[in-house]
Protein backbone atom coordinates (compact mmCIF):
# COMPACT_ATOMS: atom_id res chain seq x y z
CA UNK A 1 0.00 0.00 0.00
CA UNK A 2 1.05 3.47 -0.26
CA UNK A 3 2.71 4.87 3.04
CA UNK A 4 5.56 3.60 5.16
CA UNK A 5 4.12 -0.10 6.32
CA UNK A 6 7.31 -1.38 8.77
CA UNK A 7 5.66 -5.17 7.85
CA UNK A 8 5.68 -4.76 3.82
CA UNK A 9 8.00 -2.22 2.57
CA UNK A 10 10.44 -2.76 0.49
CA UNK A 11 10.80 0.22 -1.49
CA UNK A 12 13.76 2.91 -0.57
CA UNK A 13 13.05 6.56 -0.72
CA UNK A 14 14.83 7.20 -4.36
CA UNK A 15 13.07 3.94 -5.61
CA UNK A 16 9.52 5.83 -4.19
CA UNK A 17 10.64 8.78 -6.18
CA UNK A 18 10.89 6.85 -9.37
CA UNK A 19 7.66 4.55 -9.01
CA UNK A 20 6.49 8.26 -8.67
CA UNK A 21 7.54 9.93 -11.65
CA UNK A 22 6.71 6.87 -14.12
CA UNK A 23 3.30 7.19 -12.89
CA UNK A 24 2.73 10.82 -13.13
CA UNK A 25 4.24 10.53 -16.76
CA UNK A 26 2.20 7.81 -17.96
CA UNK A 27 -0.95 9.42 -16.34
CA UNK A 28 -0.23 12.91 -17.99
CA UNK A 29 -0.38 11.07 -21.61
CA UNK A 30 -3.90 9.49 -20.90
CA UNK A 31 -6.01 12.66 -19.09
CA UNK A 32 -4.34 15.15 -21.00
CA UNK A 33 -7.45 15.99 -23.40
CA UNK A 34 -9.60 15.78 -20.44
CA UNK A 35 -7.14 18.58 -18.49
CA UNK A 36 -7.53 20.85 -21.58
CA UNK A 37 -11.32 20.87 -21.37
CA UNK A 38 -11.19 21.46 -17.17
CA UNK A 39 -8.68 24.54 -18.02
CA UNK A 40 -10.83 25.93 -20.89
CA UNK A 41 -14.56 25.55 -19.07
CA UNK A 42 -12.36 27.38 -15.83
CA UNK A 43 -11.14 30.57 -17.62
CA UNK A 44 -14.65 31.14 -19.75
CA UNK A 45 -16.31 34.26 -17.97
CA UNK A 46 -19.54 33.54 -19.95
CA UNK A 47 -22.17 30.74 -18.18
CA UNK A 48 -21.51 27.29 -19.59
CA UNK A 49 -25.04 27.22 -21.32
CA UNK A 50 -25.88 27.22 -25.35
CA UNK A 51 -29.14 29.08 -23.92
CA UNK A 52 -26.07 31.96 -23.70
CA UNK A 53 -25.15 33.26 -27.01
CA UNK A 54 -21.97 34.37 -25.96
CA UNK A 55 -20.15 31.22 -24.31
CA UNK A 56 -18.21 29.35 -26.27
CA UNK A 57 -18.07 26.18 -24.52
CA UNK A 58 -21.45 25.17 -23.41
CA UNK A 59 -20.90 21.34 -22.46
CA UNK A 60 -18.05 18.72 -22.59
CA UNK A 61 -19.41 16.94 -25.98
CA UNK A 62 -20.04 20.33 -27.87
CA UNK A 63 -16.17 21.57 -26.49
CA UNK A 64 -14.75 18.49 -27.96
CA UNK A 65 -16.14 18.80 -30.91
CA UNK A 66 -15.12 22.82 -31.43
CA UNK A 67 -11.39 22.27 -30.09
CA UNK A 68 -11.31 19.86 -32.47
CA UNK A 69 -12.69 21.71 -35.84
CA UNK A 70 -10.76 24.48 -34.93
CA UNK A 71 -7.38 23.50 -33.94
CA UNK A 72 -7.43 19.93 -34.76
CA UNK A 73 -6.79 16.81 -32.57
CA UNK A 74 -3.01 18.52 -31.37
CA UNK A 75 -5.25 20.94 -29.73
CA UNK A 76 -5.81 18.21 -26.53
CA UNK A 77 -2.29 17.99 -25.64
CA UNK A 78 -1.44 21.62 -25.54
CA UNK A 79 0.88 22.25 -23.51
CA UNK A 80 1.84 18.44 -23.31
CA UNK A 81 5.65 19.36 -22.77
CA UNK A 82 5.28 21.21 -19.46
CA UNK A 83 2.63 19.10 -18.20
CA UNK A 84 5.02 15.89 -18.41
CA UNK A 85 7.59 17.80 -16.84
CA UNK A 86 5.09 19.02 -13.89
CA UNK A 87 3.64 15.52 -13.96
CA UNK A 88 7.22 13.44 -13.27
CA UNK A 89 8.57 15.97 -11.06
CA UNK A 90 5.24 16.57 -9.10
CA UNK A 91 5.18 12.45 -8.74
CA UNK A 92 8.89 11.86 -7.79
CA UNK A 93 8.35 14.91 -4.96
CA UNK A 94 5.04 14.26 -3.58
CA UNK A 95 5.42 10.08 -3.54
CA UNK A 96 9.36 10.79 -2.28
CA UNK A 97 7.71 12.86 0.66
CA UNK A 98 4.98 11.02 1.31
CA UNK A 99 7.48 7.74 2.15
CA UNK A 100 9.71 9.86 3.83
CA UNK A 101 7.24 11.59 6.35
CA UNK A 102 4.88 8.30 7.08
CA UNK A 103 8.33 6.84 7.98
CA UNK A 104 9.38 9.94 9.99
CA UNK A 105 6.08 9.36 12.09
CA UNK A 106 6.42 5.56 12.64
CA UNK A 107 9.67 6.15 14.38
CA UNK A 108 9.82 9.41 16.08
CA UNK A 109 6.32 9.19 17.61
CA UNK A 110 3.87 7.29 18.77
CA UNK A 111 1.18 7.98 15.81
CA UNK A 112 0.40 4.58 13.15
CA UNK A 113 2.01 5.38 10.31
CA UNK A 114 -1.18 3.86 8.69
CA UNK A 115 -3.37 6.16 10.53
CA UNK A 116 -5.60 7.86 8.06
CA UNK A 117 -5.40 11.25 9.64
CA UNK A 118 -1.39 11.05 9.38
CA UNK A 119 -2.05 9.96 6.03
CA UNK A 120 -4.10 13.13 5.55
CA UNK A 121 -1.36 15.55 7.17
CA UNK A 122 1.39 13.81 5.38
CA UNK A 123 -0.24 13.85 2.27
CA UNK A 124 -1.17 17.88 2.23
CA UNK A 125 2.49 18.39 3.42
CA UNK A 126 4.70 15.99 0.16
CA UNK A 127 2.10 17.73 -1.73
CA UNK A 128 2.81 21.05 -0.82
CA UNK A 129 6.30 20.47 -1.22
CA UNK A 130 5.94 19.19 -4.65
CA UNK A 131 3.67 21.92 -5.44
CA UNK A 132 6.61 24.96 -4.91
CA UNK A 133 8.68 22.44 -6.13
CA UNK A 134 6.76 22.63 -9.46
CA UNK A 135 4.39 25.73 -9.52
CA UNK A 136 6.56 27.52 -12.38
CA UNK A 137 5.79 24.45 -15.13
CA UNK A 138 2.43 24.53 -13.47
CA UNK A 139 1.69 28.26 -14.74
CA UNK A 140 3.44 27.15 -17.94
CA UNK A 141 1.31 24.70 -18.73
CA UNK A 142 -1.81 26.57 -18.04
CA UNK A 143 -0.36 29.40 -20.54
CA UNK A 144 0.08 26.49 -23.08
CA UNK A 145 -3.84 24.90 -22.68
CA UNK A 146 -5.32 28.51 -22.35
CA UNK A 147 -3.98 30.13 -25.49
CA UNK A 148 -6.25 29.75 -28.62
CA UNK A 149 -5.26 30.55 -32.68
CA UNK A 150 -2.79 32.12 -33.40
CA UNK A 151 -0.56 30.89 -30.30
CA UNK A 152 1.39 33.91 -28.15
CA UNK A 153 3.99 31.16 -27.32
CA UNK A 154 5.46 29.05 -29.72
CA UNK A 155 7.62 26.83 -27.58
CA UNK A 156 8.62 26.49 -24.34
CA UNK A 157 11.47 28.44 -24.73
CA UNK A 158 9.92 31.10 -26.32
CA UNK A 159 6.96 31.22 -23.60
CA UNK A 160 9.61 31.31 -20.03
CA UNK A 161 11.61 33.86 -22.25
CA UNK A 162 8.51 36.28 -23.02
CA UNK A 163 6.85 35.78 -19.99
CA UNK A 164 10.30 36.67 -17.61
CA UNK A 165 10.88 39.97 -20.03
CA UNK A 166 7.27 40.86 -19.99
CA UNK A 167 6.07 40.04 -16.95
CA UNK A 168 8.95 39.67 -14.49
CA UNK A 169 10.11 36.20 -12.52
CA UNK A 170 6.93 35.99 -10.22
CA UNK A 171 4.76 35.25 -12.86
CA UNK A 172 5.56 31.92 -12.63
CA UNK A 173 4.09 31.44 -9.42
CA UNK A 174 0.95 33.54 -10.28
CA UNK A 175 -1.91 31.36 -8.54
CA UNK A 176 0.86 29.78 -5.39
CA UNK A 177 -1.19 31.10 -2.49
CA UNK A 178 -4.61 29.49 -3.93
CA UNK A 179 -2.81 26.68 -4.75
CA UNK A 180 -0.89 25.90 -1.48
CA UNK A 181 -4.38 26.87 0.45
CA UNK A 182 -6.02 24.19 -1.99
CA UNK A 183 -3.72 21.50 -2.12
CA UNK A 184 -3.15 20.65 1.05
CA UNK A 185 -6.88 19.85 1.66
CA UNK A 186 -6.98 18.24 -1.96
CA UNK A 187 -3.74 15.92 -1.58
CA UNK A 188 -4.82 14.96 2.48
CA UNK A 189 -8.18 13.63 1.19
CA UNK A 190 -6.42 11.82 -1.69
CA UNK A 191 -4.45 9.80 0.44
CA UNK A 192 -6.70 9.49 3.66
CA UNK A 193 -9.98 8.25 1.36
CA UNK A 194 -7.58 6.15 -0.58
CA UNK A 195 -6.01 4.69 2.70
CA UNK A 196 -9.28 4.57 4.15
CA UNK A 197 -11.42 2.92 1.08
CA UNK A 198 -8.34 0.22 1.14
CA UNK A 199 -9.00 -0.72 4.32
CA UNK A 200 -12.71 -0.85 3.74
CA UNK A 201 -12.10 -2.97 0.49
CA UNK A 202 -10.15 -5.29 2.88
CA UNK A 203 -12.58 -6.07 5.27
CA UNK A 204 -15.48 -5.79 2.97
CA UNK A 205 -13.63 -8.46 0.76
CA UNK A 206 -10.98 -10.47 2.95
CA UNK A 207 -11.08 -13.24 1.14
CA UNK A 208 -9.88 -11.79 -1.91
CA UNK A 209 -6.27 -11.26 -1.10
CA UNK A 210 -4.00 -10.40 -3.91
CA UNK A 211 -6.31 -11.43 -6.57
CA UNK A 212 -7.77 -8.11 -8.10
CA UNK A 213 -4.99 -6.06 -6.13
CA UNK A 214 -4.06 -3.84 -9.29
CA UNK A 215 -8.21 -3.11 -10.02
CA UNK A 216 -8.97 -2.25 -6.35
CA UNK A 217 -6.09 0.15 -6.27
CA UNK A 218 -7.47 1.82 -9.31
CA UNK A 219 -11.22 1.93 -7.82
CA UNK A 220 -9.80 2.90 -4.35
CA UNK A 221 -7.78 5.86 -6.26
CA UNK A 222 -10.83 7.10 -8.55
CA UNK A 223 -13.46 7.39 -5.84
CA UNK A 224 -10.53 9.33 -3.42
CA UNK A 225 -10.06 11.35 -6.20
CA UNK A 226 -13.58 12.33 -6.79
CA UNK A 227 -14.15 12.99 -3.24
CA UNK A 228 -10.85 14.99 -2.81
CA UNK A 229 -11.75 17.23 -5.99
CA UNK A 230 -15.11 18.01 -5.22
CA UNK A 231 -14.18 18.85 -1.50
CA UNK A 232 -11.72 21.30 -2.75
CA UNK A 233 -12.82 22.46 -6.68
CA UNK A 234 -13.53 26.38 -6.17
CA UNK A 235 -9.84 26.98 -5.26
CA UNK A 236 -8.71 25.10 -8.57
CA UNK A 237 -10.61 27.86 -10.42
CA UNK A 238 -8.77 30.70 -8.78
CA UNK A 239 -5.48 29.75 -9.13
CA UNK A 240 -6.36 29.05 -13.47
CA UNK A 241 -7.63 32.19 -12.98
CA UNK A 242 -4.69 34.27 -12.13
CA UNK A 243 -2.42 32.15 -13.67
CA UNK A 244 -3.72 33.98 -16.94
CA UNK A 245 -3.11 37.55 -15.23
CA UNK A 246 -1.37 39.40 -18.21
CA UNK A 247 -2.44 37.09 -20.93
CA UNK A 248 -5.35 38.77 -22.27
CA UNK A 249 -3.77 38.94 -25.49
CA UNK A 250 -4.29 35.28 -26.02
CA UNK A 251 -7.82 34.82 -24.26
CA UNK A 252 -9.24 37.53 -26.67
CA UNK A 253 -10.56 34.80 -28.84
CA UNK A 254 -12.44 32.55 -26.03
CA UNK A 255 -14.75 35.39 -25.02
CA UNK A 256 -14.51 37.70 -22.03
CA UNK A 257 -11.39 38.71 -20.29
CA UNK A 258 -11.12 39.82 -16.71
CA UNK A 259 -8.08 40.87 -14.14
CA UNK A 260 -7.88 40.04 -10.68
CA UNK A 261 -5.56 41.98 -8.16
CA UNK A 262 -5.08 38.89 -6.02
CA UNK A 263 -7.17 35.91 -4.75
CA UNK A 264 -9.77 37.89 -2.41
CA UNK A 265 -10.46 39.81 -5.65
CA UNK A 266 -10.57 37.13 -8.00
CA UNK A 267 -13.31 35.17 -5.54
CA UNK A 268 -15.48 38.84 -5.22
CA UNK A 269 -15.54 39.21 -8.70
CA UNK A 270 -16.47 35.51 -9.97
CA UNK A 271 -19.65 36.01 -7.07
CA UNK A 272 -20.77 39.11 -8.14
CA UNK A 273 -20.60 38.74 -11.87
CA UNK A 274 -20.93 34.80 -12.39
CA UNK A 275 -23.11 33.40 -9.23
CA UNK A 276 -21.96 31.11 -6.76
CA UNK A 277 -21.64 28.32 -9.93
CA UNK A 278 -19.16 30.43 -11.02
CA UNK A 279 -16.52 28.34 -8.65
CA UNK A 280 -17.87 25.14 -9.74
CA UNK A 281 -16.95 26.39 -13.68
CA UNK A 282 -15.66 22.66 -15.31
CA UNK A 283 -16.30 20.50 -12.11
CA UNK A 284 -17.84 18.02 -14.40
CA UNK A 285 -14.76 17.15 -16.61
CA UNK A 286 -12.72 18.24 -13.69
CA UNK A 287 -14.06 15.31 -11.52
CA UNK A 288 -13.91 12.74 -14.91
CA UNK A 289 -10.04 14.10 -14.94
CA UNK A 290 -9.96 13.53 -11.32
CA UNK A 291 -11.38 10.41 -11.14
CA UNK A 292 -9.59 8.97 -14.09
CA UNK A 293 -5.81 10.43 -12.90
CA UNK A 294 -6.14 10.06 -9.32
CA UNK A 295 -6.74 6.28 -9.90
CA UNK A 296 -4.22 5.82 -12.79
CA UNK A 297 -1.68 7.77 -10.36
CA UNK A 298 -2.20 5.31 -7.76
CA UNK A 299 -2.67 2.03 -10.00
CA UNK A 300 0.67 2.35 -12.12
CA UNK A 301 2.70 3.74 -8.34
CA UNK A 302 1.54 0.52 -6.49
CA UNK A 303 2.36 -1.47 -9.61
CA UNK A 304 5.39 0.25 -10.60
CA UNK A 305 7.02 -0.55 -6.50
CA UNK A 306 5.33 -4.03 -6.66
CA UNK A 307 7.64 -4.32 -9.73
CA UNK A 308 10.52 -2.72 -8.25
CA UNK A 309 9.88 -5.00 -5.28
CA UNK A 310 9.71 -8.31 -7.26
CA UNK A 311 13.27 -7.48 -8.84
CA UNK A 312 14.59 -6.76 -5.62
CA UNK A 313 13.90 -9.86 -4.56
CA UNK A 314 14.81 -11.75 -7.68
CA UNK A 315 18.53 -10.38 -7.49
CA UNK A 316 18.93 -11.47 -3.94
CA UNK A 317 18.14 -14.87 -4.73
CA UNK A 318 21.02 -15.65 -6.28
CA UNK A 319 22.98 -13.87 -3.55
CA UNK A 320 21.62 -16.34 -1.20
CA UNK A 321 22.00 -19.45 -3.09
CA UNK A 322 25.43 -18.35 -3.58
Known sequence: MVGYD????????????????????VTRVLVSPLDVLKIRFQLQIEQ?????????????????QRIFQEEGLVAFWKGHVPAQFLSVGYGAVQFMAFESLTKLVHNVTSYNA???????????????????????????????????????YHNLRHAVVTMYQTEGPRTFYRGLTPTIVAIFPYAGFQ???????????EWVLPAEGKNGGNMKNLVCGSCAGII???????FDVFKKRLQVGGFEQARA???Q??????????????LREEGPGGFFKGLSPSLLKAAVSTGLVFFWYEL?????????STDSAPRKAG
Open 253 to 255: AFG
Open 6 to 25: PEARCVSTVEAAAAGSASGL
Open 191 to 201: FSFYNILQQFS
Open 228 to 234: SKTLTYP
Open 114 to 152: RDSFVHFVCGGLAACTATVAVQPVDTLRTRFAAQGEPKI
Open 48 to 64: LSSRNPGAKYHGILQAV
Open 304 to 312: FCSMLCALK
Open 257 to 270: VRTYRGLLDCMRQI
